[in-house]
């Protein structure tokens, strides 16, 4: 199985920050990466699929990029309510399979 | 607008079977893989199982293998995770979620990732 693994862990940032979340497939899985934004007691939400791609209603605060075994979601001008774990989680190869995870908390 | 509720969890001893529906709406049912994807208390996203919307194709997480279920009802528009032998690794909220499909000038394909999910069911396994 593949891999994924999120760097860092978790976050502190402040209203008003950019923060860039990193993750790294343990092989090559082209753009086949998808990002999720979970908050507390709610299904993960769909941001962005094939690595830069954003989901319909998402906004363009959330960014994504990378491609082979790198990836990044940059989200801009941190809002309250981006404070949440995301995930990535690739499709490139069976079983999909996720990251660990990011926790993004108020400073 | 899409929709999927999932119903049936609850508390179930280890050994004990459980089946979990997920009822989908707002769009064709029947032109979607569907997938169960679950998330054991405090920790990350584990896929569980997938089916094509013909059910011509099931695959199952290595984890489930052998003990779990996975079917669809297209007159119904739900999907269902038939558990047996649960164990208490098998603790989770399982949430259903739409394949995220690529769809060409011909036809359309299964990508393995999630465009909707569902809001989740909790499943206890505890004696």
């Known amino acids: 199985d593949i891999q994924m693994t999120q760097s860092p862990s978790s976050l502190s940032a402040s209203v008003g920050d950019r923060v860039t979340i990193t993750c790294r497939a343990s092989?090559?899985?082209?753009?086949?990466l998808a990002w999720f934004q979970q908050k507390p007691g709610k299904a993960p939400k769909s941001l962005i699929y094939?690595?830069?791609s954003l989901q319909s209603g998402v906004p363009s605060k959330f960014s994504g990029s990378g491609s082979g075994t790198d990836f990044t979601l940059t989200i801009t001008t941190l809002q309250p309510e981006d404070f949440a774990i995301y995930y990535c989680?690739?499709?490139?190869?069976?079983?999909?399979?996720f990251g660990q995870g990011t926790r993004v908390e108020i400073k | 607008q899409v929709q999927l509720v999932e119903s049936g969890g609850g508390v179930v001893q280890p050994g004990r079977s459980l089946r979990l529906s997920c009822a989908a709406s707002?769009?064709?049912?029947?032109?979607?893989?569907i997938h169960w994807v679950r998330q054991a208390p405090g920790k990350g996203l584990e896929w569980v199982a997938v089916?094509?919307?013909?059910?011509?194709?099931?695959f199952y997480a290595d984890s489930v293998k052998g003990r779990f279920t996975i079917s669809g009802d297209n007159s119904k528009n739900t999907l269902y995770l038939q558990m047996n032998s649960l164990r208490p690794e098998d603790a989770a909220v399982y949430y259903c979620?739409?394949?995220?499909?690529?769809?060409?000038?011909?036809?359309?394909?299964?990508?393995?990732?999630?465009?909707?999910w569902g809001q989740g069911t909790l499943v206890t396994v505890s004696s």
């Open positions: 979620a739409r394949d995220l499909r690529f769809c060409s000038s011909i036809s359309c394909y299964p990508m393995y990732s999630f465009d909707y």
């Open positions: 707002g769009f064709t049912f029947s032109s979607y893989a």
């Open positions: 089916t094509s919307y013909d059910g011509s194709y099931k």
């Open positions: 092989q090559g899985i082209s753009n086949y």
């Open positions: 094939a690595a830069s």
């Open positions: 989680q690739q499709y490139n190869s069976y079983p999909p399979t």
